[in-house]
């Protein structure tokens, strides 16, 4: 695999194109937010995609009914950040709690507690696993009644002179 430096903008254009017909069959719409059409990111395209495409799975499963779905691109001067987030009802309670645990896992997997695997997260594990491998992390927001947005946050990376 090759670190290279990867146009967001062609990432996610990609990455939407792929999930587009999926999305469209439940009746969501997928729309792309970038801060800077000319903003790159530093990482493993393959893995970089593979987790996007996981973050829009998540989303569209969790949408329940048609809607909108923003996959966003924003950066500051610590880190760069993948937003997915859909304008659904939410997710519940006891799903949420869920994500957040295997986002706290701190390297646990599945392959340890094999019982205890939820296939319905075996995406946001590849997810949590990416981010780790680039020095970042993930999130999930999903106030009731408010939508639900999946994060991915990585460390902003400098090129050397």
């Known amino acids: 695999m090759l670190i290279e430096e990867i146009s967001v903008k062609e ?51 969790h949408h329940r009914g048609s809607g909108r779905i923003t996959i966003a691109f924003h950066q500051d001067a610590a880190r760069v950040s993948i937003v997915v987030s859909n304008n659904c009802a939410g997710i519940p309670y006891e799903e949420l709690c869920d994500i957040q645990d295997l986002f706290c896992r701190s390297g646990k997997s599945f392959e340890d507690e094999p019982e205890s695997m939820n296939p319905n997260l075996i995406g946001l594990s590849i997810v949590r696993d990416v ?22 946050h990585l460390p902003q990376r400098r090129r050397v002179a």
């Open 11 to 61: 990432l996610l254009d990609e990455c939407v194109g792929i999930k587009q017909l999926l999305a469209a069959r439940y009746g969501i719409n997928l729309e792309v937010d970038i801060d800077d059409a000319n903003a790159s990111i530093t990482g493993y395209r393959e893995l970089l995609r593979a987790a996007l495409n996981n973050l829009i799975d998540t989303s569209i499963k």
């Open 131 to 152: 981010a780790d491998m680039h020095g970042g992390r993930v999130g999930v927001r999903s106030p009731e009644g408010s939508g639900s947005t999946f994060s991915m």
